[in-house]
């Protein structure tokens, strides 16, 4: 019973290189998001998608991009990482749209040094 | 815009007192809320959702909220917490395809 999960669990980056975060469900949700969470300010959403091949920006996309080839996958690429993108990283799905209750993996806590 | 506000950030608490988290929504247009609940080193999991209906919510683990349009709040209770109730609590609200998440409450239960 695996629901969304994220890998990596953590990871130190040196200011100006490059990853990707990977996230993966095996409940058939159309819907995923990626969300940061700083402390005292709750989660920011970064990207969505409906669907395979559909994303769009969020409140914070600057710094990130996205893509979904596929419906149970849905990674997130930081391009010349930014000490501003220290957070904890969590991705979510949901069966339709955002009026249903999202389903989230357990977090990737990245450091920019 | 929809927004939501948790009004306390922390909440300390002793074990077996009740306990009121607070947040308020703000928006013209009918609602859908949530609470969920994030334990350490861990995703949010669903405490439970108002989209319509009675306005007295119930959760899982004993926790209840009470959607009150005229004061636009959706405060979360529970009227004896565990020890293991210790997490933190986020008031959320859907916003276009944007989920808006309150700042969060840190419930601190003590023995």
């Known amino acids: 019973n695996a629901g969304v999960t994220q890998t990596p669990k953590f990871r130190i980056l040196k200011i100006g290189q490059s990853m990707t975060l990977q996230c993966t469900q095996d409940m058939n949700h159309n819907y995923m998001y990626w969300y940061r969470q700083d402390p005292g300010m709750g989660l920011k959403l970064i990207y969505y998608?409906?669907?395979?091949?559909?994303?769009d920006k969020g409140e914070v996309p600057n710094g990130y991009n996205v893509s979904r080839s596929t419906t149970e996958d849905f990674p997130l690429r930081l391009e010349l990482a930014a000490p501003s993108q220290t957070s904890v990283y969590f991705c979510a799905s949901s069966p339709t749209g955002v009026n249903q209750p999202q389903h989230f993996g357990d977090g990737t806590r990245l450091s920019i040094l | 815009a929809q927004s939501v506000t948790q009004l306390d950030s922390q909440v300390p608490v002793f074990e077996e007192a009740p306990v009121e988290l607070r947040c308020n929504y703000s928006s013209s247009v009918s609602v859908y809320l949530f609470w969920y609940v994030q334990y350490p080193n861990q995703g949010l999991q669903l405490l439970l959702k108002y989209l319509s209906g009675s306005t007295l919510v119930k959760g899982i683990n004993g926790f209840e909220a009470e959607f009150n349009k005229s004061q636009t709040s959706f405060h979360l209770r529970k009227p004896s917490v565990h020890i293991s109730d210790t997490a933190e609590y986020f008031c959320?609200?859907?916003?276009?395809?944007?989920?808006?998440f309150g700042a969060g409450t840190r419930l601190t239960v003590k023995p």
């Open positions: 959320a609200s859907p916003h276009n395809n944007d989920m808006r």
């Open positions: 998608s409906v669907g395979a091949g559909i994303t």
